[in-house]
């Protein structure tokens, strides 16, 4: 889904890299987005995790890789998703 204006979504890694921290503003979210993060093969990590603008998500358990958030709106229902790399 595209973003509107004045809409964002940051996906920000911690400085020791063990955690990704997930900043945004969405037009009607109710401040809430259903979180799934997925590695490079499409396996399922973290599933229907609720997230507020601000959270983090600890990455250190995993090996360094591309990674994909999969972010729901809770009242909108729309999907954004979000590659990062974590090295």
């Known amino acids: ?34 979180t799934s993060l997925y590695n490079s093969e499409g396996k399922i990590l973290l599933e229907n995790r609720m997230l507020s603008d601000g959270e983090a998500i600890n990455i250190s358990n995993y090996s360094a890789g591309i990674y994909v958030l999969k972010f729901i709106s809770s009242s909108t ?9 974590k090295q």
Do not use: D
């Not at 229902?77 to 790399?85: P, R």
């Open 77 to 85: 229902k729309k999907v954004y998703v979000h590659k990062f790399l």
């Open 1 to 34: 889904q595209q973003l509107e204006a004045g809409e964002f979504i940051n996906v920000l890694s911690s400085i020791n890299g063990q955690r990704v921290i997930v900043r945004y503003k969405l037009n009607g979210t109710g401040n809430r987005l259903l």
